[in-house]
């Protein structure tokens, strides 16, 4: 017989028990994070308690992200156990759960009387309409909330140096998103949410306004978008759509300033996003200060990878047609042809679904925090047509082009702004096995002029204060106010 019920004791948590042999182990296994069980008992008894939050990458712990996750007793020869008795939908502080025999589901951290169409449509209308004063604040969001990285990351680290007193949100999907230090943390669609993104005076994003969004008098809009482009974007994207037409432009309506890597970048994103009229500052990307100044050390480190070890990151963009990150390389296969570690980094849009590539001397670093500290520590970059060539190569280290599906991504899902073979950095190839020779046996001085012509086109800025020209900018024009201190609570 096998119980189980959530606690609240010492944070949240799942316990099972049970009669007879202890397990050999019980587990929550979900797609991005993993849990074990911390068990007692062993003679008539046992008991196991699963904590409802994890740590990854050395980072604090932190609430499991939303999802299902598969609860997993080993038995270890002992008699087949049934599963335990369904738990209803629990509210364990700031988490929701529900058990459904051996499948947990971890829900939004929000007040369930908001978690709805109608509850979304209340707070919208009370946080669009209010007549208060807009707060000397900032609020960011990257990657619809999904973590706390990319430009926006860089420009918060920045403004909390010179401006230490200055209230920072961060829109995250859960509280299983790690946000900087001295921020706050808003989960998506909860009235804190709604309240900080409608007053903040200043927004820093990196991707299109969520929900229903006006810009309030007074309110600034900094748009960092995330990466110079390769395919195309918005109004560029084949085929004509009138109502992607009339989507791109209210989106774009609601941006003050375009931040761009370059000045190809700033032309591309003017013209697809018909941001015509208005600022761009090209001052290159503040996420790749660090590539100039960090050091791959601690990021090594976190991923428990030694210093003399090769590490091959395997970062390719998504595809239009498929929810799931692309399986072009067998990534086990691929470190032991070129005796490397290889790190998997799915795309943001592909972190929600999919699972995470396992394999000896294979790390699924999807759930990263910050892409831009992937870069800094590995020793060479496969990709496709995703934007992180355009930033790895401000590192100067090697490239690969892994495109087996160039014809129908560039003829049928996106297409080019320009011709990535004839102008890539480095070998382009089509199977696995042209790429562990390119790996293996390529000269990167073959692609040293090609190289040179690359960074002086795409990385004319990215010197590593980026960042302090973008927040001296913000700084300048007064979008934020650093003398005055928060208000006391």
Known sequence: ???????????????VSGVGPRPASVELLGPRARVTGAISGGGKTWKASLPLRASRWGGAELPLPVGTYELRIDAAGAQHREPPASVPLTQLGTLRATLDGYALTIGPPIDPAYDSGEGQAALERRYATRPSALENAVFFESFYGRNASCNPLAIDRELARRAPHLTRYWSVVDLSVQIPEGAVPVVDGSPEWWRARGSARLLVVNDWLRRTFARRRGQVVVQTWHGTPLKRLALH??????????????????????????????????????????????????????LTTGDDGATRAALGVRPDERVLLYAPTWRDDRTEMVDFVDPAALAEATDSVVLVRGHSRTLLPGRDAEGPRVLDVTGFPDTSRLLLAADALITDYSSVMFDFSVTGKPMFFLVPDIEHYRGELRGFYFDLVAHAPGPVVQTQDELVTAVRDGDPAVFAAKYAQWREKFNPRDDGHAAERVVSRILDQGFVDIDTPPPAD
């Open 1 to 15: 017989m096998t119980d189980a019920r959530f606690s609240t004791d010492g944070g949240a948590a799942l316990i």
């Open 237 to 290: 994207r084949p085929g004509f759509d009138p109502r992607r037409v009339a989507a791109v432009i209210k989106e774009s309506r609601r941006w003050n300033i375009l931040v761009a890597q370059n000045a190809y970048a700033a032309r591309i994103l003017g013209k697809a996003y018909a941001f015509l009229s208005r600022p761009v500052w090209v001052e290159g990307y503040p996420r790749n200060d660090i």
